[in-house]
């Protein structure tokens, strides 16, 4: 695949980081910050996540399909949300994230080995 896909998925990875800190960063915040300053803040995340995504899913789609996409986003997703959870929100590592990971590396080969097998 062509730069520009790679340069798409690095985008995405970057979005997802910003993303998990919108949706679960509050919940490390000590006190009990109101929750409309935590929608406000989250909000204020959330936007430079989608200043990165939605190039990033312009630029993919360029390259694969739209279902190929989600699937990649899926992938990406789930591969930035465990470490985030691990080392972020301190949760223990579970033998569960690993086998979801590789039904989530399955899922990617389906929907990609055409681009890569012809098929």
Same mark, same amino acid.
Request: charged share 10%; with cysteine.
């Given at each position: 695949?062509?730069?520009? $896909?790679?340069?798409?998925?690095?985008?995405?990875?970057?979005?997802?980081? $910003?993303?998990?800190?919108?949706? $679960?960063? +509050?919940?490390?915040? &000590?006190?009990?910050? &109101?929750?409309?300053?935590?929608?406000?803040?989250?909000?204020?995340?959330?936007?430079?996540?989608?200043?990165?995504?939605?190039?990033?899913?312009?630029?993919? &789609?360029? +390259?694969?399909?739209?279902?190929?996409?989600?699937?990649?986003?899926?992938?990406?997703?789930?591969?930035?949300?465990?470490?985030?959870?691990?080392?972020?929100?301190?949760?223990? $590592?579970?033998?569960?994230?690993?086998?979801?990971?590789?039904?989530?590396?399955?899922?990617?080969?389906?929907?990609?080995?055409?681009?890569?097998?012809?098929?």
């Amino acid at each position: 695949m062509v730069l520009g $896909f790679w340069f798409a998925i690095g985008l995405l990875i970057v979005s997802n980081l $910003f993303m998990n800190f919108a949706w $679960f960063g +509050h919940l490390k915040l &000590s006190g009990e910050p &109101s929750m409309i300053k935590m929608i406000f803040i989250s909000w204020l995340i959330a936007l430079f996540e989608y200043i990165l995504m939605i190039p990033a899913v312009r630029i993919a &789609s360029n +390259h694969v399909t739209v279902s190929q996409l989600k699937i990649i986003q899926e992938a990406i997703s789930l591969s930035v949300f465990v470490p985030f959870s691990i080392f972020f929100l301190k949760e223990n $590592f579970k033998w569960d994230y690993v086998w979801a990971c590789c039904c989530i590396l399955l899922a990617l080969f389906f929907i990609l080995r055409s681009k890569f097998m012809g098929s």
